[in-house]
Nanobody, 124 residues
Framework: QVQLVQSGGGSVQAGGSLRLSCAVFGYTYSSYCMAWFRQAPGKEREGVATIDSDGSTSYADSVKGRFTISQDKTKNTLYLQMNSLKPEDIAMYYC??????????????????WGQGTQVTVSS
């Protein structure tokens, strides 16, 4: 059974940093694209970053240069390092695994397994 268990997040002042973690269970970790999404109140879920099975990454324009997605295959864990946080980054953040091998886009429809979510709050 595939499970994604998130940790990290919390509250920080603008300009600060947070790191999110997502531990993965139930399958061979590096076989699928992994991603981070976020959803702010009243808004649609949006893709933040992806990391494919070969380690290639992609980012939403809004977080490029500030956020870094990474993975530790020995720990079956996905990370999102968030620096220079802004109030507009406030959202619930979710890690996700693609439904199928070969899919790796910043569109949530292609992801079938989700973490429980963790809140990120940034005060100005």
């Amino acid at each position: 059974q595939v499970q994604l268990v998130q940790s990290g997040g919390g509250s920080v002042q603008a300009g600060g940093s947070l790191r999110l973690s997502c531990a993965v269970f139930g399958y061979t970790y590096s076989s699928y694209c992994m991603a981070w999404f976020r959803q702010a109140p009243g808004k649609e879920r949006e893709g933040v970053a992806t990391i494919d099975s070969d380690g290639s990454t992609s980012y939403a324009d809004s977080v490029k240069g500030r956020f870094t997605i990474s993975q530790d295959k020995t720990k079956n864990t996905l990370y999102l390092q968030m620096n220079s946080l802004k109030p507009e980054d406030i959202a619930m953040y979710y890690c996700a695994r693609a439904h199928f091998r070969g899919y790796c886009y910043l569109a949530h429809q292609g992801f079938g397994y989700w973490g429980q979510g963790t809140q990120v709050t940034v005060s100005s």
